[in-house]
């Protein structure tokens, strides 16, 4: 709750407000949010009331049960009938009032920005990116020696749909070395899902600030102006953005009503403010994939208060010391789907299938029995890229890293690695109830069958030896006779051939 001038510091404890898709709200100034009405004619302390929405005005208040565009076709003959089917839409209505010293709109006009930006996708087709269903992984990428903030860091990795049409989504990787400076940054195509790997990220934003250490996220919406501060050192992470669509806690089902990530885990900041004059200011516009640059004399972090439920939060729920998602899994046997351990879903309009699940690995207690308890050999419909936050992977023995990422796309066969395999039938049965500890992978799951760009099919980092840890797969098919095969199996050790 202070004020400051133009180069902002983050050498306090930050203070944030406490829930996920609540109503909140913030003064910086007692006194500076009108009560009773958004628009006053005028706003206390003379500011600028302005409105930012992250859904259409008529979208609904809640979930709506609604008629929707007919999906099912019968075919009679000579008739095509179409049938109307009700489905659950998930558009939770969303926007928040601003009051600034300056609105948005006072800068130049936007031009194109120079040097131009060749990493950046957000309108996946031929000319900008491949189709490829091999399995795909990457070793971790280099923190740059150049000079290299936030913006000139970000490259994407793939993605489907496109920004204009307000389907799809992105997938981005960053490494940065220092802050930014007297810029800001606005995403006008879709929200961004930040996971940093290595080192903390100090965000600045319209509605406060927000300090997001590797084992946290952080959620940025769409057209929320921010700045991205390096003070502890180096950054490296990973990003998803999704175009027309906003997270929400998963539906917990059978679970019951706790378990997984809890609202009071998400964390929303509260109003900060710099007044005074900084020159040459520059706000720098994610424009279908393309970036823009607007000047103007002050900085955007003016909102002395704010009201809503449109605003950017992160989570702590994987801290390195202390974990607070909750996961459930198996306690008898089989491996449980991934699907068990959604932090956050961005729905489609069809009920259960995600335009972007972010799932994630978390230590745990693996207590199957007779069970192969590695991820099961697979494959999905869906599309997974997965990142590893720190320690290792329970299905890669070997050459998947902290900060490193694999994408397996629709219907690419994967799963455990050679060594992984045979680790876990050499142990056979006799496996007791095991903790895995020291890890933290997480995985972006998509319907959609991205296309992958060319930053990350030419990256030196691209581990071109992938298929190898499959490769050593050999055949345990013992050829014996039911009865014998049976016996075999009970002691849990098949025949090698
Ligand atoms: O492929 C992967 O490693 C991700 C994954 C993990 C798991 O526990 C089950 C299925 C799945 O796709
Ligand atoms: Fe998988």
Redo the contacts with the bound molecule.
Sequence with gaps: MESKDCSSNFACALEYQTGIGNHFSSEAIVGALPQGQNSPLICPFGLYAEQISGTSFTSPRKLNQRRHVPFTYFFCPKILLLVCVGVVLVSIFSKNWLYRIKPSVTHEPFRPRIPRHEMLVSEFNQSNSSATPTQLRWKPVEIPEAPTDFIDGLYTICGAGSSYLRHGFAIHMYTANKSMENSAFCNADGDFLIVPQKGSLWITTECGRLQVCPGEIVILPQGFRFAVDLPDGPSRGYIAEIFGTHLQLPDLGPIGANGLAAPRDFLVPVAWYEDGSCPGYTIVQKYGGELFTAKQDFSPFNVVAWHGNYVPYKAGIFSYDLSKFCPYNTVLMD????SINTVLTAPTDKPGVALLDFVI?PPRWLVAEHTFRP??Y?R?CMT?F?GLIYGG?E?KADGFHPGGASL?SCMTP??PDTKTYEATIALGNEAGPHRIADTMAF?FESCLIPRVCPWALESPFMDHDYYQCWIGLKSHFSGLSINEDSRDLQNGKPIER
């Design positions: 491996h449980s789907d991934p690995f991820p099961y697979h999905n997974e997965m992977y299905a397996h994967h799963g995985m």
